[in-house]
């Protein structure tokens, strides 16, 4: 970190140091972030959802094995810091692969297997009830059973309200054949609390991973001192759709900037004398 005084005019040769005319420009290099206390353990996440705006990018993280399902976290980031996020966390899962293997997402057994979806009841004096017919196993996504597959564990859900787009990425054939939800049937079913509608802001990521899941640390890289603002938790075979999906995502933005640009009329001084 320097301060460097910069003059406000480099045309006036006086000497003397000018109040009202006096800039300093300040170069803040922070290696490590402080971590709050309040933020320090994190939040677990099944899923993110990625809403795209004309500014930035907001990642809710989702948690979908409680009821209802809800957002534990929501994180603003300006378009620049997208892709840097993505060539981050494909580096990461790279070297994950690397010394663990391809993380992969259990399969579900057959009904014929399993006998029943019905959650088990561990204790004395607990049973689980029988039923007539074995169920199904009941899939895991965003808006309930009737989300049409919206949800997938790391994948993208842009709404299609305003000046935002709706995106998705690797359904499953069970899952293609409902129809994906808008944005308000998927955030009918979320619970998302008033204080964490305006979101945390974010200039910075920082990933990490262990043998079974990988960390996210938002920061802000403020003046005088960088802060972790939000810390997300995801299991390891999570990754590779929420990559894919930040990916597409992205490259769904740039060509909406490409044919904005293209539609935009000439300006001015570039059309020919």
Known sequence: MSDN?????????????????????????????????????GVFST??????????FILDFLLRISTPQQVVARVV???GVVPQMIRAL??????YENRFGTPVIPTPLPPAVTGSSESI??????????????VSPTADSVSGAAAGGAGVVGETRTPESGNEETSET???????????????ELYD??????????GTYANAVRIGHSATEFSFDFITTFFPRSCVSARVHLAAPNIPRLLDSLTHSFEQFQRKVAQQQKRQPPQQDDLPD
């Open 47 to 56: 899923g993110a959802v990625v809403l795209q705006g004309g500014h930035e």
């Open 121 to 134: 009841n561990v204790g004395a004096g607990i049973e689980t009830p029988e039923t007539e017919q074995p």
């Open 5 to 41: 005084p910069t003059p406000a005019d480099n045309n006036d040769d006086s000497s003397e140091f000018n109040p009202e005319r006096h800039t300093q420009e300040i170069r803040h290099s922070q290696v490590s972030a402080r971590v709050p206390e309040g933020v320090s353990r």
């Open 90 to 95: 494909r580096d990461n899962l790279t070297n």
């Open 189 to 198: 079913e979320l619970k998302l609390p008033d204080e964490m509608l305006s």
């Open 77 to 79: 980031l300006p378009i």
């Open 170 to 184: 690797k359904i499953s054939p069970v899952q293609s054949a409902q129809k994906p939800p808008s944005a308000e």
